[in-house]
């Protein structure tokens, strides 16, 4: 039998927000790494110093706990709503990639206006999980235009 268009659209966008997942996974571990390890995050075009001072910063925990390892929780979740099938993974991945996308957004915000300097890799992050969301709000857009459609009835004709 094979696959009807909407499987294989709805099959595509929970490999594509897994791919995306699994990039912030990897960005994640990297800070998470950073942070524990106590170095200095590698950037690129060299010597402005952004990403140290981000991760340095008193916003780089939250009660404790660093930003990147939310991160690692966050992307942990989203990778399994994409292995999930159905209205909980949809529902599950939109909710995860909504709360992403705000933090990230504040985070950003803070960046800039606040500790005045821009880390790539949060950056990078913060655009993973946009994408993330635009997958997501997909999904979640055709799975609720799916319901609204009219169900065929069965009538018995005696």
Known sequence: MVPSAKYREGRTLRVVLG??????LLISAYLSWVHF???????VGGGNGGCETVQSSRYATVLGVPVSVLGLVGYSGLLASAVLRGEVGVYLGFLIALIGTLFSGYLSYLEVFV????????????????????????????????????????QLVL
């Open 115 to 154: 500790i005045h300097a821009i880390c790539q890799w949060c950056l990078a992050s913060a655009a993973i999980m946009v994408a993330a969301l635009i997958c997501a709000s997909i999904s979640a857009r055709r799975l609720t235009e799916h319901e609204r459609q009219p169900r065929p009835t069965v």
């Open 19 to 24: 791919v995306l997942a699994a990039a912030g």
């Open 37 to 43: 390890a106590g170095v200095a995050p590698v950037c």
